[in-house]
C-alpha cells in the first residue's frame, strides 16, 4: 500500500495546470477565494438534461467525531520517498467521519489531507479555502480553451519551461521532462480502490458544487468520466516539441496544438513518458467510476 490514496482528484487537478507551470516565471496570486468568487457556468440555451450514466452509491453513514490532527512536527521538504511507505491511510469506514455541509467543508478535507501529507504544510501545496468548489471548477473546465489561475485548488509549481534555442522558435527540452518525475511517480503509486473509496464519501459535496456551477439537471461523476476521456485523447507528440514565446508565455508553434483545450495541451507538455504513465493511470480510475454501483451491488450479500 501506498501512502498516496487522496491524490486521485489531485492526479486531474495537477494535469488540468495547478501543478505544471508553463509561464517563464511564476507570480504570486491570492490564494483566498471567497465562496462568491467560484462562477457559475452558463449551460447551453439547447442543454438538455441527461440521464445518469455512471452513478455513485450512497455513502455509508459516518459519524463525528472528525479524526486527531497528526501531531506537529519537523516539516520537510516533499519527496517521493514520503509517499513509499507501507502503511496506507485509512479509508472512510474506518475513520468515521461524517459527509459536512459544502460550506463547511474545508475543515474536513483538511483533516484527511493530512493524514496523507503528514510531514507537510497543506498551504503550501493545497489552496484549501472553497477546495471543493475549486476541484469542481477546475475539472469541469479542463476541456476548455483556459483554466483560471486564481480557480485551482493546488499551488503553482515551482519553476519553469525548460527550453532551448535561439529566436522566435525554441523546444522544450528533453530534461524538462524531470520536472514532473517526482509528480508522476507520486501518481503511478496511487492506491486506485481508496482514492475511490474517499471519492465516493464526499460525493455529496462534488454534486453540490457541480450543481451551483450551473448545471442543476447534470451529474459530476458523469462529467469526470467526460473529462478523464478528453484527457486520453490528447496526441501523442513527437518530440522535441517547438514553442514560441507570446508575452511572459509559451505557446505551441504548430496551430493544431495550441487550438487544443488546456487539458491536452498540458499532458502534451508534460512529456510522451510521462504523459504515458498518467494516461494509464487515468483509465484505471475510469475503469473504477463506471462500475461503481454494480461493484457495491456486487459486495452486497
Not at 459536512?100 to 478535507?109: R, T
Not at 517547438?242 to 483545450?261: M, N
Amino acid at each position: 500500500m501506498k501512502r498516496t490514496t487522496f491524490i486521485f482528484l489531485i492526479l486531474i487537478i495537477a494535469v488540468g495546470g495547478g501543478y505544471f507551470a508553463w509561464q517563464f516565471g511564476k507570480s504570486g496570486q491570492d490564494s483566498i477565494l471567497s465562496s462568491e468568487q467560484i462562477p457559475p457556468i452558463d449551460t447551453a440555451p439547447d442543454s438538455e438534461p441527461s440521464n445518469v450514466r455512471y452513478p455513485v452509491p450512497e455513502p455509508s453513514p459516518s459519524a463525528p467525531p472528525p479524526p486527531e490532527k497528526p501531531a506537529s512536527g519537523s516539516v520537510v521538504e516533499p519527496g517521493p520517498s514520503q509517499f513509499e511507505e507501507d502503511s496506507a491511510p485509512p479509508g472512510p469506514d474506518e475513520l468515521q467521519i461524517a459527509v459536512p455541509d459544502l460550506n463547511k467543508s474545508d475543515e474536513a478535507l483538511r483533516s484527511i489531507l493530512a493524514r496523507f501529507f503528514p510531514r507537510q504544510k497543506l498551504g503550501e501545496l493545497f489552496r484549501l479555502d472553497n477546495f471543493v468548489k475549486r476541484i469542481v471548477v477546475t475539472v469541469d473546465m479542463l476541456p476548455h480553451k483556459k483554466v483560471p489561475p486564481r480557480l485551482l485548488p493546488y499551488q503553482p509549481a515551482p519553476g519553469s519551461l525548460a527550453v532551448e534555442g535561439q529566436g522566435e522558435i525554441r523546444y522544450i527540452t528533453a530534461q524538462n521532462s524531470w520536472r514532473y518525475r517526482s509528480f508522476v511517480k507520486l501518481v503511478d503509486a496511487v492506491d486506485t480502490q481508496k482514492a475511490v473509496d474517499w471519492y465516493v464519501h464526499f460525493y455529496p459535496l462534488f454534486q453540490e458544487a457541480y450543481q451551483n456551477l450551473g448545471y442543476p439537471d447534470r451529474y459530476f461523476n458523469d462529467r469526470l468520466v467526460d473529462v478523464i476521456d478528453h484527457l486520453l485523447q490528447a496526441p501523442e507528440v513527437d518530440e522535441p516539441i517547438a514553442v514560441k514565446q507570446h508575452v511572459v508565455q509559451y505557446r505551441f508553434a504548430d496551430p493544431e496544438l495550441e487550438a487544443l483545450s488546456a487539458g491536452q495541451k498540458l499532458m502534451i507538455r508534460i512529456g510522451n513518458e510521462n504523459s504515458r504513465l498518467i494516461k494509464s493511470k487515468l483509465r484505471a480510475f475510469r475503469k473504477q467510476l463506471t462500475s461503481l454501483n454494480q461493484s457495491r451491488e456486487t459486495s452486497t450479500p
